[in-house]
T-cell receptor, first 113, second 115 residues
């Protein structure tokens, strides 16, 4: 039972354009959402997060949008840069029910020159 | 170093052998997590430690898997009688207190290959 789903295994975008990575979840108890970025042979690193009391959080080139009614979140990267090429994992937690993050399967983003 | 340290970085073993994977979390982090990533899969939760106790070990796939943490610091994940399906990258992460901020700091992982 995949509670966090990233249906696009890969995405290719031109440098300077917007990258949009999508994530869907099924567990209505999730109230905190995060995006992690992973380069090859490295551990994932935290990128940005959002609480369920908000619908948008922005940090520089990165913005996360949350649509609770649709159980959907997205990560926007504008403008995309070649250094953004990595695997992006969506993650969710039920902060009142435990201390683990549930991760999606990841989306490989490739930003081309 | 200041980050989460894992060893070995790579381990190749024969089916049926036992393996131990080690994690040294960031100093002062009370929470420690083990995840694994199999080929083409997401990060799968295995176990969570708060201090030396494990309030959530629901992700351990079988009784061949066990983990301990001593001194509120180093953790060891042990896999007994390894099987080929145990092949994966095992990732350790730590965080300061828990998930209020949600930020986990991951190590580089231990890649396990079971032949």
């Amino acid at each position: 039972d995949q509670q966090v789903k990233q249906n696009s295994p890969s995405l290719s975008v031109q440098e300077g354009r917007i990258s949009i990575l999508n994530c869907d979840y099924t567990n209505s108890m999730f109230d905190y959402f995060l995006w992690y970025k992973k380069y090859p042979a490295e551990g994932p690193t935290f990128l940005i997060s959002i609480s369920s009391i908000k619908d948008k959080n922005e940090d520089g080139r990165f913005t996360v949008f949350l649509n609770k009614s649709a159980k959907h979140l997205s990560l926007h990267i504008v403008p995309s840069q070649p250094g953004d090429s990595a695997v992006y994992f969506c993650a969710a937690s039920d902060t009142g029910g435990g201390n683990k993050l549930t991760f999606g399967t990841g989306t490989q983003l490739k930003v081309e020159l | 170093g200041a980050g989460v340290s894992q060893s070995p970085s790579n381990k190749v073993t024969e089916k049926g052998k036992d393996v131990e994977l080690r994690c040294d979390p960031i100093s002062g982090h009370t929470a420690l997590y083990w995840y694994r990533q199999s080929l083409g899969q997401g990060l799968e939760f295995l176990i969570y430690f708060q201090g030396n106790s494990a309030p959530d070990k629901s992700g351990l796939p079988s009784d061949r898997f066990s983990a301990e943490r001593t001194g509120g610091s180093v953790s060891t994940l042990t896999i007994q009688r390894t099987q080929q399906e145990d092949s994966a990258v095992y990732l350790c992460a730590s965080s300061l207190i828990g998930l209020n901020t949600g930020e986990l700091f991951f190590g580089e992982g231990s890649r396990l290959t079971v032949l």
